[in-house]
């Protein structure tokens, strides 16, 4: 108990305002640059604007993409705004707006799903609540109501435990067979690496496999913790910048490991990010010394958070409540930091038969969907009778007509052995998509 | 003050934008480069260096045949040599990356549809000399392999077709089938010099490629190999079958119609695939290949190696292929339960390459960023 009340004692003290500054900058920044090297690679007309069929998430179906050039213009306006955010510049509108606007892109489609992705939305969303404008922005010279000196000490916390979470059910979900006992998938993605300069050849090594799952298990699951505790923090930093830089090189994961590496850096004391950002800017001069009143303003934040983190505490858990592996039926595998865990790949057919001339053809998915799509659909089981219900549609609005549709897909998970991964007597235009256990998926077998 | 964040923006940038090029050190060999060498100097090239040989007999039996029109020996001699040139190209043809893409040179030697009719009137209503220079001037449908296909194969037998050369417009129709075969040579010349490392050492290129990314070679090839699986799954058996007609057979879909080579093409289609995957070089020795990087990887089927369930699939295919005894385009009504044998066992192979094969390799097949899909 006495822990518990030195941490609501704690909870309850106030910090330096700079800390929220700091995390804000280093968002804003990461962020920026996020969106600029989307827009620079062409994605946005890759993803949003060549398709001609979208992935939309289960209860976001009205979501949808606006249409060429104005996908563009929601980018940009990221970019813009990510920039207010790192300036400090009318920070609650364009934090507000950022969050919507990132989140409306990211619900536009499944086959571009990513963890990091979910794991901006939320900081974001956390973000908007704060007053992370309190110093260092150039709102402090705008609204003089914006200027803070202190903040309760509970919202770095609140930042440090979204960022922990990452790795923290990253880890718990590493707790499998195939990542303990097979070191699968790292077996596989660490020999496709194996020109990787001086240590190429190592990775081709099973031993070298076993060692980094093993060690990235206990990695993820002990982060948040060592990097809570002052006398390990430094050393369990260092660890985290080789990890994430190792990961940068030999996989294609983007912003990620950058992402981890910055935010990262909001687990240091107040002290230390007031040093960074007076080296940077020199001395805050807009500071109010008024302090605000104890916690009053911010219960409602405070309550919310609350909830927020007991939501986020059950969601990587659903996915037990379907049974079997997760890898294979994928029930609920998105949003429960399930990062770096398969290497799947499928291979994907319809069958579809004509109801009114009894006409039977095939149809490979990729006809349709862009290459990126095709991939993401032949694997995974709730957009593989998306897809079904799209092809069901077409058929209908070409004149073709009605249509029973099933799905010939044999997948294969981290090396094991290619199986039928969906019912293939099982018409999909008569199943519909729920949280309840889809019975047309098959069960593992291993 | 702020310009400091404007140092930190550009330092980014540039970290960005240098951080794309992270070039492999190419001194370290591994199995990996071992077996793109491999493919490339002793599988690729020998392959495209065969077409390029066997063109030059076809070319050589094309104005043999010229020189005595209604020689009948003459010309299932130079029939025999179109086949073989077919059946060399389909050998090659896996091998459609470098040269063949970069310069569309595919559309010249082997388009997937022919124009019959637009043939007869390039014969006959041409007031030009028909020359190479003449057919590098027509489209696609109109010449290579199957142009000549249709030029010296007839379905009512050979004096059908010497008929057609000795018989009105006879001059310009064998001058019209001297070119095609003189312009195939070319093609054929050309694109096995731009492979050779004496050549346009396009080997180099594709033994440097040697990441697990997209653009790298064994993602390439990979790709195209589950590309061809799937053509001959649905192209070469599964549409003439009726698959896509509701079982009623498409004797017409069969590639190589004329010829009734279908089968023999179909192998040779197979042969490629095989080859890049075992390694294994025309002379018949094996050296390194993507078997080679499962069997490493330790890759598993069950409980045999994943190499080996894939090797014997090749040869039940080829077995399930030798029981259709006629032409394949007869066979679709005759030997119905045969051909309809053949397409599961593809189907088979089709999956064991394009899931277990691939899952085992760890290459990437898109271009987007991934934190495990």
Known sequence: ?446 | MFKKIFYFLFAAAIIVACSSKDSPDPSSTSDRVAMLTNLGNNVIVPSFEAFSTSSQSLAKAASDYAADTKNETKLTALQTAWIGTATAWKTASLFTQGPIENDFLSSGIYFTTTNYTGIEKAITQTATTIDNAYIESLGATLKGIPAIEYMLFSASGNTAVIGGYTGANGAQRIAYLKALALNLQNQAATVATKWKADGGNYVKTFIAADGNDINSSLGILSNKMIDLIYTIKDERIGAPLGKRTNGTPQPDLVDAKFSKASLTLMKAELQSLENAFTGKSLNGSDGSGIDDILDAAGAKSGDVLLSKRIKDQFAVVKAKLDLITVPLGTGLTTQQAAVSAAYDEVKRLQVMMEVDMINNLGVLLTFSDNDGD
């Open chain 1, 1 to 446: 108990m006495s822990l518990v009340n030195k941490t609501i004692r704690k909870g309850k003290e106030f910090a330096g305002s700079e800390s929220l500054a700091f995390f804000r900058i280093v968002f804003g920044l990461l962020l920026f640059v996020s969106e600029v090297r989307f827009i620079w690679k062409g994605w946005v007309t890759d993803f949003y604007v060549t398709p001609q069929f979208f992935f939309s998430f289960y209860g976001f179906e009205w979501v949808r993409p606006l249409p060429d050039p104005y996908m563009h213009w929601v980018f940009y306006a990221l970019v813009a705004l990510s920039l207010l955010i790192t300036f400090g510049l009318f920070y609650r509108f364009s934090i507000i707006a950022f969050f919507l606007v990132f989140t409306y892109v990211e619900l536009l489609d499944k086959s571009v799903y990513l963890n990091h992705y979910y794991q901006v939305s939320l900081l974001a969303l956390l973000m908007c609540l704060l007053p992370m404008n309190g110093s260092y922005s150039l709102d402090n010279y705008i609204i003089k109501s914006s200027r803070l000196d202190k903040i309760p000490y509970w919202m770095i916390w609140v930042l440090r435990v979204q960022v922990g979470i990452v790795y923290f059910f990253g880890g718990i979900a590493k707790l499998r067979y195939d990542w303990l006992f097979e070191a699968q998938p790292l077996r596989i993605w660490l020999s496709a690496n194996q020109n990787f300069p001086v240590i190429g050849s190592l990775l081709t090594e099973t031993w070298v496999a076993f060692s980094l799952s093993w060690f990235a298990l206990f990695f993820d699951l002990s982060a948040p913790f060592f990097l809570s505790f002052k006398r390990t923090r430094i050393y369990m930093y260092a660890v985290i910048v080789i990890f994430h830089l190792l990961t940068h090189f030999l996989f294609y994961i983007g912003m990620f490991p950058w992402m981890m590496i910055f935010t990262a850096l909001i687990f240091f004391p107040a002290k230390l990010h007031q040093k960074v950002l007076d080296f940077l800017f020199g001395r805050w001069k807009q500071l109010s010394i008024a302090i605000p009143a104890p916690n009053v303003s911010y219960y409602k934040t405070l309550a919310f958070s609350f909830l927020f983190f007991c939501f986020q505490l059950i969601m990587p858990f659903r996915s037990r409540l379907y049974g079997g592996n997760v890898l294979w039926h994928e029930q609920g595998f998105r949003f429960s930091w399930n990062i770096m865990l398969m290497e799947k790949n499928a291979s994907l057919e319809y069958e579809v038969k004509v109801k009114g001339t009894g006409k039977q053809f095939t149809v490979r998915p990729n006809k349709y969907l862009t290459r990126i799509q095709a991939r993401q659909c032949s694997f995974q089981p709730d957009m593989i009778l998306q897809f079904a219900h799209m092809l069901h549609q077409y058929y209908l609005d070409s004149g073709v007509g009605d249509t029973e549709i099933r799905a010939v897909c044999y997948a294969s998970v981290n090396g094991h052995e290619s199986n039928l991964l969906i019912n293939p007597d099982v018409d999909l235009t008569k199943e519909k998509d729920s949280f309840a256990p889809k019975t047309w998926i098959t069960d593992w077998k291993q």
